[in-house]
């Protein structure tokens, strides 16, 4: 259960943007369902695990006005990184993709590293919204690097 007191009203309802977000994606994109899969890999792992697991962390470094913080963007990427090559692995064993290791692996880097920096600077009065902007922001850039790959 979300905090209320600690949360704007917009941020109560993340669980509910977050489903908005899969359903537009699977809808836009049903021809990159491996892109799709890939980018809500990269919210539910990244951002989710980033969530769980960076306040267990003794010292943090906080990005200026914000209460984000650099190790909490270094699991996100190394999550989203884990959870976007599972998407993938999927994608490819299912058949719905084939491609060779190392375009999996940067296109999957590419996800990452732009998922993270957007959850990152998602501050101030559109910090709610992260369920939408690092799921669309991901899946864009994996699917402009699989244009120019």
């Not at 836009?28 to 792992?45: D, G």
């Not at 599972?86 to 999957?108: E, G």
């Not at 990452?112 to 899946?139: L, M, R, W, Y």
Request: glycine share 6%.
């Amino acid at each position: 259960m979300v905090d209320e007191k600690k949360y704007s009203r917009a941020h109560v309802f993340g669980p509910v943007y977050y489903i908005v977000s899969i359903g537009a994606l699977v809808a836009l994109a049903w021809n990159f369902r491996h892109i799709v899969i890939a980018s809500i890999m990269i919210m539910a792992w990244g951002d989710g695990g980033a969530a769980a697991f960076a306040p267990m962390l003794r010292r943090r470094h906080r990005y200026p006005n914000s209460d984000k913080t650099f190790e909490g963007s270094i699991i996100m990427f190394i999550l989203s990184y884990l959870g976007a090559l599972l998407a993938y692995a999927i994608s490819i064993q299912s058949r719905i993709l084939s491609l060779d290791i190392l375009t999996v692996a940067l296109t999957c880097l590419v996800g990452a590293a732009v998922g993270t920096i957007v959850e990152a600077v998602t501050v101030g009065p559109i910090k709610p919204f992260d369920n939408f902007t690092v799921p669309f922001s991901s899946a864009i850039a994996m699917y402009v690097f699989s244009l120019l790959h």
